[in-house]
C-alpha cells in the first residue's frame, strides 16, 4: 500500500531537520529584537549591546566539534532532544531586566553551547536516513529553515513584541522550542537498523554484493539508495532497489550485537583531519559565512549610508526578500546537484564543483554590485542576488561531507561549521576595520575594498574546492580510510546510475 506523503518516515524526518533549522534562527532574530527593544528603553550603549548580542557565538563556536563528536556517539536523535531542552529552558528564564548584563550574557552563552549541537546532529540524522541520489536536495532544504526562519521572525515577530511585550519574547522563543521537541518525540526515531542512541556500522553482510567490514556498500552510502518511502514497514524491515529484505531485528548487519556504538578508537579524526578533501568543505564553510555574516550584520549601515534608507523604514517585502530568495536558491542548489547526477550523469564530485562554482562565482560579482546600488530598488536587488547565490553554492559544499564520510558526517560538519563560526568574527571586524581606514561607511570606496575581500575569500575557496574535492566515501564504517581504485569506482559509479535511473521509472 502507497504512503500518503507526510506518512513516510523519511520525509517526516526531513520535515522535522528544516523545522528545527527554523525554529532555532526564529529564536536567535527573537532574542535580538527582544533585547534591542528592551536595551533601548535602558538606554545602554553600544558596546554592552554588542556584547550582549555576541556571547551567543561565544558558547556556539565552542560546542560544534563536541556536538559532531557527541551525535556519532550517541547519535543524532538523543541529542536533538538534549539540544532542544536545553535551550529551550534556558530561553524562557533569561533575565528579562536588561542592566543584568552578567546573568543575560551567561544565559546567551549557554544557549549558544545548546545550539552548538544543532546542526551536527542534523546531519547525522540526514546522513543514516537519506540515500546518496537525495542528500543534496535533503540537506539543501533542511539548512534553508535558517533562512526562513529568520525572514518569518523579522517579519512577525517585531509585532509580537509590541503586542505581548518584549519581555514576553523570550519565554515565546523558548516555547516554540518545546513544540518542537513535542514534535520530535512523536516522529523521531533511528534509522532502520539501529538500535538504540549508537550508531550501527553501515555495511552489509549478505545481499548487498560485498561483505565483511570494510565493505563499501553500506545502506546510507551505497548507490542503489533505499526505498524508506515505499518499503518501510512497521516491523522495521525494508527492501533495497535490488529486493534485498533487511530487517532492523534480524542479523543482517555486520557485528551489530557488539559495535553498535562509535567510538574514540574507531573516529579517524587524525586522517580526517589531514585530508586535503575535507579541509576543502572546511574552507568553503568558512568562506560562505565570511560572506553571508558580512551581508547580514553589516546591511542596516550598508542601507543606512549607501543606500541612504534605514532599514526599519523599508517594506516588508523589502527586509524579508533577501531570505526568502536564500531559502529558494538554498534548495535550488541542491535539486540541481541532484538532477545533474540522476539525468546528465555527472559525477558526484563533479555536480558538487558545478554547484559551488556557480554559487561563489555568481556571489562574488553580486558582492561588487552592491556598492554600486544608487537606490533601494538597487541596493534590495543587489543584495538578494547576492544572498540568493551564496544560498546556491550550499548545493555544492555543505552536502560534500555526507558524500566522503558518510559515517562522520556530525563530526565533519561540527569542525566546518566552527570555521564558518569563527569567519562571521573575522569577516564582520575585518569589515569595520577597512571602512574606517576608508574614512566610515559613509565612503564607498570602503565598500568596494571589503566587498571585494568578501569575493576573494570566496572564490579562492572555490579554487581549493575545485582541484580537492572527492565525490566517493574516503572513510570507511570501521574509521579507516578507503582506498577506492578507478576501476571499482567506475564499476560502482555505473551501478548507481542504472539504480537511479530504475528508481525514477
Known amino acids: ?34 533585547f534591542t527593544s528592551l536595551a533601548q528603553k535602558a538606554h545602554l550603549d ?97 539548512t534553508s529553515g535558517m533562512y526562513l526562519g529568520s525572514a518569518a521572525a523579522m517579519s512577525i515577530l517585531p509585532s509580537l513584541a509590541n503586542a505581548i511585550g518584549a519581555q514576553k519574547l523570550l519565554a515565546f522563543d523558548g516555547a516554540i522550542g518545546y513544540a518542537w521537541l513535542a514534535f520530535w518525540l512523536m516522529v523521531g526515531r533511528d534509522a532502520v537498523g539501529r538500535k538504540g542512541g549508537s550508531l550501527l556500522p553501515l555495511s552489509v553482510r549478505g545481499g548487498m554484493g560485498e561483505k565483511g567490514s570494510n565493505g563499501g556498500g553500506g545502506i546510507a552510502e551505497s548507490g542503489v539508495g533505499m526505498e524508506l518511502s515505499s518499503n518501510y514497514n512497521s516491523n522495521s524491515t525494508f527492501k533495497n532497489s535490488h529486493n ?29 583531519m589531514t585530508h586535503p578533501a575535507i579541509w576543502a568543505i572546511v574552507i568553503n564553510n568558512f568562506s560562505f559565512h565570511f560572506g553571508f555574516y558580512v551581508v547580514m550584520n553589516w546591511m542596516p549601515t550598508y542601507f543606512s549610508k549607501v543606500i541612504h534608507s534605514d532599514l526599519s523604514s523599508l517594506g516588508l517585502a523589502a527586509k524579508t526578500l533577501p531570505y526568502l530568495t536564500m531559502f529558494l536558491m538554498s534548495n535550488v542548489g541542491g535539486w540541481t546537484g541532484d538532477w545533474l547526477i540522476l539525468h546528465h550523469h555527472y559525477t558526484v564530485a563533479a555536480a558538487r564543483k558545478t554547484v559551488n562554482t556557480i554559487g561563489f562565482i555568481t556571489s562574488g560579482l553580486m558582492l561588487m554590485l552592491m556598492p554600486a546600488a544608487t537606490g533601494v530598488f538597487s541596493g534590495v536587488m543587489a543584495t538578494t542576488l547576492t544572498l540568493g547565490s551564496l544560498g546556491f553554492a550550499r548545493g555544492g559544499f555543505s552536502v560534500n561531507h555526507m558524500d566522503i564520510a558518510p559515517r562522520f558526517a556530525g563530526v565533519v560538519m561540527g569542525v566546518s561549521n566552527t570555521a564558518g563560526t569563527l569567519s562571521g568574527v573575522i569577516g564582520v571586524a575585518a569589515t569595520g576595520f577597512i571602512l574606517d581606514s576608508f574614512g566610515g561607511a559613509s565612503v564607498v570606496q570602503g565598500w568596494y575594498y571589503a566587498h571585494a575581500l568578501c569575493a576573494c575569500v570566496g572564490i579562492m575557496a572555490m579554487v581549493l574546492f575545485n582541484s580537492f574535492a572527492r565525490g566517493e566515501k574516503i572513510f570507511d564504517s570501521n574509521g579507516t580510510e578507503a582506498e577506492v581504485d578507478s576501476e571499482r569506482r567506475e564499476m560502482r559509479n555505473g551501478s548507481e546510475k542504472r539504480e537511479r535511473r530504475k528508481a525514477m521509472e
Open 1 to 34: 500500500m502507497k504512503r500518503s506523503f507526510l506518512s513516510d518516515p523519511k520525509r517526516q524526518i526531513v520535515l522535522a531537520m528544516f523545522l528545527a533549522t527554523f525554529v532555532a534562527y526564529v529564536e536567535r532574530v527573537g532574542f535580538s529584537i527582544s
Open 244 to 272: 534485498t529484505v533487511i530487517s532492523s531485528s534480524s542479523n543482517s548487519y555486520s557485528n551489530s550485537s557488539n559495535n553498535n556504538a562509535v567510538n574514540s578508537s574507531t573516529l579517524p579524526l587524525g586522517k580526517m
Open 46 to 142: 553600544e558596546s554592552i549591546k554588542g556584547s550582549v548580542l555576541s556571547a551567543f557565538y561565544c558558547g556556539y563556536g565552542v560546542s560544534q566539534i563536541p556536538g559532531g563528536w557527541a551525535a556519532q556517539l550517541y547519535g543524532g536523535r538523543i541529542m536533538l532532544i538534549l539540544c532542544f531542552l536545553a535551550w529551550s529552558t534556558v530561553s524562557i528564564f533569561t533575565p528579562t531586566d536588561p542592566t543584568n548584563t552578567v546573568g543575560i550574557v551567561f544565559a546567551r552563552v549557554l544557549v549558544g553551547l545548546a545550539q552548538g549541537f544543532l546542526i551536527p546532529a542534523v546531519h547525522t540524522v540526514l546522513a543514516l536516513w537519506i540515500p546518496p541520489h537525495e542528500k543534496a536536495r535533503a540537506v539543501s532544504f533542511t
